[in-house]
């Protein structure tokens, strides 16, 4: 039985024990997959805060297919990643993968966009302040609570499912992108908490 560093970082808790979460192969699967199903869930949120609940095949294959594309960079950045190739080639995809959070942020996603990235740096650069990681967190959650008091024009018990269900789609985006973003480990070492390096 071999011991090492225990990793404290929770994202990377989470695929601890669990193969066919960390592997390679898995990542460029799922990642597809998850941004596809974030991509239904994100339309299906939409009209159910909208005042007029009527949209078009187009508009929404066109929101699925991007989140779809989102979520597949995300996933090959992370199977890069999983494969422990040189830091230069995964910083490549990680930026690629970045780069493509833009794409969630035109329509309706724009004005939740900023707590998307704020949520997402919260979680995924466990080396930084405690202080400057709730101070993220606490901004994103803010935003969350403005976007619901100026941008909803429903009833009282839709604007809190409404916001209810935004916190949690936006969040549950968050972890993924923060998997991207989570300092890289040194050769070998891809889930070591204190070996990490600051890229």
Same mark, same amino acid.
């Given at each position: ?20 979460? !960390? !592997? ?13 199903? &974030? ?13 007029? /609940?009527? &949209? ?15 979520? =597949?960079? *995300?996933?090959?950045?992370? =199977?890069?990643?999983?494969?422990? +190739?040189?830091?230069?080639? *995964?910083? &490549? ?14 329509? *309706?996603?724009?004005?939740? &966009? ?5 949520? @997402?740096?919260?979680?995924?650069? /466990?080396? +930084? +302040? ?6 993220? =967190? ?16 429903? !009833? ?6 409404? +916001?209810?269900?935004?916190? =949690?789609?936006?969040? !549950?985006?968050?972890? @993924? ?18 070996? *990490?390096?600051?890229?």
């Amino acid at each position: 039985m071999t011991s090492g560093p225990v990793p404290t970082d929770p994202l990377a808790l989470a695929g601890e024990g669990r193969p066919w979460i !960390s !592997s390679a192969g898995a990542a460029v699967l799922l990642g597809p997959l998850a941004g596809l199903a &974030f991509g239904v869930a994100a339309r299906a949120w939409m009209r159910l805060v909208a005042d007029d /609940p009527e &949209f078009t095949w187009s508009g929404t294959i066109a929101i699925v297919a991007v989140f779809t594309i989102v979520g =597949a960079l *995300q996933g090959l950045a992370l =199977a890069v990643r999983r494969c422990g +190739w040189r830091p230069r080639i *995964q910083t &490549f995809f990680r930026v690629l993968a970045a780069i493509s959070m833009v794409l969630l942020a035109p329509a *309706q996603g724009m004005v939740m &966009f900023p707590a998307l990235v704020l949520a @997402a740096l919260a979680l995924g650069r /466990p080396g +930084w +302040w405690s202080w400057v990681r709730a101070g993220l =967190a606490a901004v994103a959650l803010v935003e969350s609570l403005a976007v619901a008091v100026v941008y909803f024009d429903l !009833s009282v018990a839709r604007e809190v499912l409404g +916001w209810f269900l935004m916190v =949690a789609l936006y969040m !549950s985006m968050a972890l @993924a992108l923060a998997l991207n973003l989570r300092p890289l480990a040194r050769p070998h070492d891809d889930l070591a908490g204190p070996h *990490q390096s600051n890229a």
